[in-house]
Each structure stands twice: as C-alpha cells, then as structure tokens.
C-alpha cells in the first residue's frame, strides 16, 4: 500500500485480480494445483517492498541446472561428461589446427585387413587396440566425432616408452604435454586432477613412462565412451559388409 501512495504504481496483476472472472491461465494455474506458486503481493513483500522493485515469476523458479552440476561432479562418470562437453564444444568451433610438433604420422604403416581381423574388433577392444589397421579405422571415427586426440595423444606415449635417448626423452615429453595436457592447447585430451599432478610432477625430470597414468586413462576413456559407438558406426558396417561380400564371391 505504501508504494502505491508513493508512485502511483499499481502491479498489473494486482488490478486484474480485482477485475478477472474467467479461467486461470495454464501456467499459473498448474503452479497454483501444485501448491508451489507465490502471488505477486507475497514475492513484493518478501523482496523489500521499499525499493520499488518486482521480481518476477522465472526468478522464484529454482535454478535446475545448479543442481544437475553439483550431481555430475559427485558422478563417477565426470571424466566421460567432460569428454563430451569438450566434444560439443569442438563441434561448435571446427577447429582444425595442427600441434607444434607431431610425433606420430599421420597414419600407420600396416597391411589390409583381413575378414577374421575384422570380425575380432568386435570381441575386445584390446584386440583393436594391438592391430595397426584397427587403429587406424578407430582413429577415422574419432576424427569424425572431433576426439581424434585420444588416439594420437595414446600413440605419441607408446611412441615415447620406444625412447631412450635422455635428450629425446626430455623433447617428446615437453611437446606430449603442450600438445595434449596443457589447458591452452586445443588438443588438450580429458583428464582428472590427480593424473595432472602426478604428470605434473613428474615433468621435473621426464621419462619413458612420464604419461603412463594419463594414457592409462584416455585408454579406459576410449574403451567406455567411444568403442561402443565405434561398432554400430557406419565405418566399421561397411568393413564387414564388405568383408562378407567377398568371402561369399570367392
């Protein structure tokens, strides 16, 4: 009452409280069912009236998202969220920039593969993972998911554990972690906050097995988040539709 002494001002809701005799409108007769909604007088009164201010209805909501950030970061899962947010991400900006100073080519020397290597990608994804050709198809399909960094980041640490000149050692390890640690590097692959300590320490003084936890990681991370996909792609189907065509000709 004060404020309508003082400015003349008259909520709008307030008036046709007075007025209105038809239907309560959708959305705010759900709020009133449920017992959940505030009047506009209360949410005045309980704001200051004083200062001449209205909050409005989308302000008393409670903020959701809020809630969904403090379950995702109790989830034992937040390594495989991360990934994804830094793959949407990726797919919004399409970058395409090169690292520093690649240590692996662009792809891997290997023989085509035959129909039986085929079938066993599908069994484990370790059987994958030890075949040249499987790597390089997987490595396709990361590319077209924009997370092809976790093969070649996984590649550049077995390329590494092949070192053992210290000088060589000390070069790979301080562009391994430009390319694929640091937050700066659009390659930058996901890990937690212990295994960047650790690596972190570890750069003192870098050896063969500097990234091993890390590689560790990105591995479990491939195998959870991606091989799945990888299998129902259409890279991998037309490999064995192929591969069944064949044998059946022959």
């Not at 000390?170 to 692959?189: G, T």
């Amino acid at each position: 009452m004060c404020l309508r002494k003082r400015s003349g001002f008259r909520p709008p809701d307030l008036i046709n409280a007075k007025i209105y005799t038809g239907p309560v409108p959708g959305e705010r007769g759900g709020e009133l069912a449920m017992g959940g909604g505030r009047s506009e007088t209360s949410a005045l009164a309980g704001t200051g009236g004083g200062r001449g201010t209205t909050t409005t209805q989308n302000s008393q909501r409670p903020n959701a998202c809020c809630f969904c950030w403090c379950c995702c970061c109790s989830c034992s899962c937040l390594t495989v969220r991360n990934e994804e947010e830094r793959r949407r991400r990726r797919r919004r900006k399409r970058k395409s920039q090169d690292t520093k100073m690649e240590t692996i080519p662009n792809c891997e020397a290997c023989t085509k593969p035959s129909v039986e290597e085929v079938r066993l990608w599908s069994q484990s994804f370790d059987k994958l993972m030890k075949n040249p050709a499987g790597r390089n198809v997987f490595r396709e399909f990361l590319r077209t998911e924009y997370s092809e960094e976790n093969m070649l980041f996984w590649l550049a640490c077995e390329d590494l554990k092949q070192e053992i000149n210290k000088s060589s050692i000390e070069e790979k390890a301080r562009s391994i972690y430009e390319d694929y640690i640091s937050i700066l590097s659009p390659k930058e692959v996901s890990l937690d906050s212990r295994v960047r300590e650790v690596i972190n320490r570890r750069m003192q003084e870098p050896t063969p097995h500097t990234f091993e936890d890390a590689q560790l990681q990105i591995y479990t991370l491939m195998h959870r988040d991606s091989y799945p996909r990888f299998l129902s792609s259409s890279i991998y189907k037309s490999l064995t539709c192929s591969g069944s065509r064949t044998s059946s000709e022959s």
